[in-house]
């Protein structure tokens, strides 16, 4: 299903036209985390200035993996689902994993994240898949990993990813699906 329309807000299928929209979503989110010191997760730096992830969400939007929350035909979120990163631990059996999610900090707290991610359970049950997972920075206060609990995820491995300069601290998440 590549439409779902409810009070306003349309979650869709992206494409290669959507890739400024994702970018300029990061740049967005990446200025408000580094307006409350949270420059841990994702850096200061913007995304649509670094190359390889602008050729990133390329892939992303040329390989059906995006999927846009619009309102008025407005995207106010974005999220990728696909195979699960190199650098958690495999899953144990088939499942959906959420690569990149992020909403339009104009529009914080009306849930577009949680709708986005009942999209990707959605996406996983139509594929016949019982999991859906994610992972999220688990530095700082740890209010990521909340966030990601207060939409039905259970953590599960903590890892680390080796930066350049730096350990970057994660958590997986999963959410089983009935
Ligand atoms: C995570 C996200 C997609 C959730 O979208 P949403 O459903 O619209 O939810 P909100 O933006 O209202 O955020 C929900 C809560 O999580 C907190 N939160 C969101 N992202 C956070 C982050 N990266 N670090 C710390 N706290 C964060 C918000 O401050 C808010 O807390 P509050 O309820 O105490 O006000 C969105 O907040 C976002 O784009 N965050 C920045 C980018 C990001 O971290 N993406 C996830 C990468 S794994």
Redesign the pocket.
């Known amino acids: 299903m590549d439409d779902v329309t409810t009070d306003q807000l349309v979650i869709r299928a992206g494409d290669p036209g959507d890739v400024a929209a994702v970018l300029s ?1 990061l740049d967005g ?1 990446t200025r ?2 580094v307006a409350r010191g ?1 420059t841990g ?2 850096g200061s730096a913007s995304h649509s200035g670094n190359p390889r992830r602008v050729a990133q969400v390329r892939r992303w939007a040329t390989d059906g993996d995006l999927y846009l929350a619009e309102r008025s035909g407005v995207p106010v ?1 974005a999220i990728v689902v696909g195979d699960a990163v190199p650098h958690v631990p495999r899953a144990t059996e088939p499942e959906l994993y959420v690569n ?4 339009d ?1 104009a ?8 709708r ?1 991610l009942d999209h990707a359970e959605e996406l996983a049950r139509e594929q016949g898949l019982g999991l859906l997972r ?4 688990a530095g ?1 206060d740890g ?2 990993i ?2 990601y609990e207060s939409q039905g995820f259970t953590a599960t491995e903590p890892f680390t990813v080796q930066l350049v300069n730096r350990l970057w601290p994660g958590q997986l998440l999963e959410r089983r699906l009935a």
Do not use: F, K, P, S
């Not at 994610?134 to 920075?137: E, G, I, L, P, R």
């Open positions: 979503l989110a408000w985390l949270r997760q994702w979120g990149l999610l992020v909403t900090r529009h914080a707290g009306e849930g577009i994240g949680g986005l994610v992972d999220c920075y700082d209010a990521l909340r966030y």
